[in-house]
């Protein structure tokens, strides 16, 4: 079992900036990735970022150069650094790690991201 607690969302105006904070209760480098979901009312969860232990990154296409994630292995920390935020990206985001083979993923509890226009 992995556990994943998140921390940072909130209410920002757009234009404004938050930072999504993911702590695994395992080693971060044991974990095959972690990223970032969100989920928006009425619409399905989808992928915002992805970061694989070799380093590899994926963004979808609507953060690509607002959103940066990144991983702090001292602190054993997943980071979402979230810029100019807009209303569409109003929505739940969920933490999740993938481990082992075959893989199981984990997510966090979700986390608000409210932004007003």
């Known amino acids: 079992q992995v556990q994943l607690v998140e921390s940072g969302g909130g209410l920002v105006q757009a234009g404004g900036s938050l930072r999504l904070s993911c702590v695994p209760s395992v080693r971060i480098l044991s974990l095959n990735m972690m990223g970032w979901y969100r989920q928006a009312p009425g619409k399905q969860r989808e992928l915002v970022a992805s970061i694989a232990s070799g380093g590899t990154i994926n963004y979808t296409d609507s953060v690509k150069g607002r959103f940066t994630i990144s991983r702090d292995n001292a602190r054993n920390t997943v980071y979402l650094q979230m810029n100019s935020l807009k209303p569409d990206d109003t929505a739940v985001y969920y933490c999740?790690?993938?481990?082992?083979?075959?893989?199981?993923?984990?997510w966090g509890q979700g986390t608000q991201v409210t932004v007003s226009s």
């Open positions: 999740h790690a993938d481990v082992g083979m075959p893989v199981r993923r984990y």
